[in-house]
Antibody, heavy 117, light 106 residues
Framework: QVQLVQSGAEVKPPGSSVKVSCKASGAPLSDFGISWVRQAPGQGLEWMGGIIPVVDSTKYGQKFQDRVTISADELTNTVYMGLRSLRSDDTALYYC??????????WGQGTLVTVSS | EIVMTQSPATMSVSPGETATLSCRASQSVSNNLAWYQQKPGQPPRLLIYDTSTRATGIPDRFSGSGSGTEFTLTINSLQSEDFAVYYCHQYNNWPTFGQGTKVEIK
């Protein structure tokens, strides 16, 4: 069973950037893909993008493709999600999830990113 | 983008009864459909994938059906721990989620 542990909460001013990490244990990153899904307060789920580290392939949702970068470090079994030009409506819980082009069977605990001046 | 529409938004059900949740896709997603359960303060948990396959450890009172654009999650004999929000998710194309159905105690 893959476990995903994310970095801690962040508070960022509008216009800045944030980078959230997701460390996998239980299997090497080369065995699976990772996606990022966010959930605004009281709202539903929104897929942002994903990566398959073994082939270094990424894809991003159209809404985010100009502002998000997903990368992976197979040596540390860690995936990163960077989001730039932050706005107040980017305030959300950000989850890393196991899976890229299929179902999401393991979820990180979530990282709260608050965008506020 | 494939739009997923869940109905109803909220349903009130008594313990022991059956809940039937619907999810409609704006275009065919074949059988590439999953369901998740989310409780307050927790990440979602995978219940069903490939329309009807239960994930590891999911009790058999949860079942999924459908194909193409119409899908159903059925929860038989609702237990207290089943009251939560349920999301459908298509992965046939760029992943998208429904807006959720809240199952509350009647």
């Amino acid at each position: 069973q893959v476990q995903l542990v994310q970095s801690g909460a962040e508070v960022k001013p509008p216009g800045s950037s944030v980078k959230v990490s997701c460390k996998a244990s239980g299997a090497p990153l080369s065995d699976f893909g990772i996606s990022w899904v966010r959930q605004a307060p009281g709202q539903g789920l929104e897929w942002m993008g994903g990566i398959i580290p073994v082939v270094d392939s990424t894809k991003y949702g159209q809404k985010f493709q100009d502002r998000v970068t997903i990368s992976a470090d197979e040596l540390t079994n860690t995936v990163y999600m960077g989001l730039r030009s932050l706005r107040s409506d980017d305030t959300a819980l950000y989850y890393c999830v196991k899976g890229e082009s299929n179902w999401f069977d393991s979820w990180g605990q979530g990282t709260l990113v608050t965008v506020s001046s | 983008e494939i739009v997923m529409t869940q109905s109803p938004a909220t349903m009130s059900v008594s313990p022991g009864e059956t809940a039937t949740l619907s999810c409609r896709a704006s275009q065919s997603v074949s059988n590439n459909l999953a369901w998740y359960q989310q409780k307050p303060g927790q990440p979602p948990r995978l219940l069903i994938y490939d329309t009807s396959t239960r994930a590891t450890g999911i009790p058999d009172r949860f079942s999924g059906s459908g194909s193409g654009t119409e899908f159903t999650l059925t929860i038989n004999s609702l237990q207290s721990e089943d009251f939560a929000v349920y999301y459908c998710h298509q992965y046939n194309n760029w992943p998208t989620f429904g807006q959720g159905t809240k199952v509350e105690i009647k």
